[in-house]
């Protein structure tokens, strides 16, 4: 999901290096990673974003995952 970020590319291919490594080590299928991954997402919402911004940042965040995926 290619944005501005205030974090490196360094940082975000660390990151999103080891999250490949995790799913590949446990030879998980397409719709195990999709269940996880979403369920990760769930999680920092729940934890990490305000309740009273929760829906708004989800329909944000939905925009950029269909807008990432529609333009391959």
């Known amino acids: 999901m290619p ?3 205030k974090y490196s ?4 291919e660390t ?3 080891d999250i490949i490594i995790a799913l ?3 030879q998980t299928s397409r719709d195990l ?3 996880a991954l979403g369920n990760v ?7 990490q974003v305000n309740a009273n911004q929760r829906s708004e940042m ?10 990432s995926i529609n333009a391959k």
């Open 58 to 67: 989800a329909d944000k965040f939905t925009q950029v995952l269909l807008k």
């Open 3 to 5: 944005q501005n970020s």
């Open 41 to 47: 997402i769930t999680n920092i919402f729940m934890q």
């Open 33 to 35: 990673s999709l269940m």
């Open 24 to 26: 590949e080590k446990n």
């Open 15 to 17: 990151v999103m290096q």
């Open 9 to 12: 590319d360094t940082q975000f």
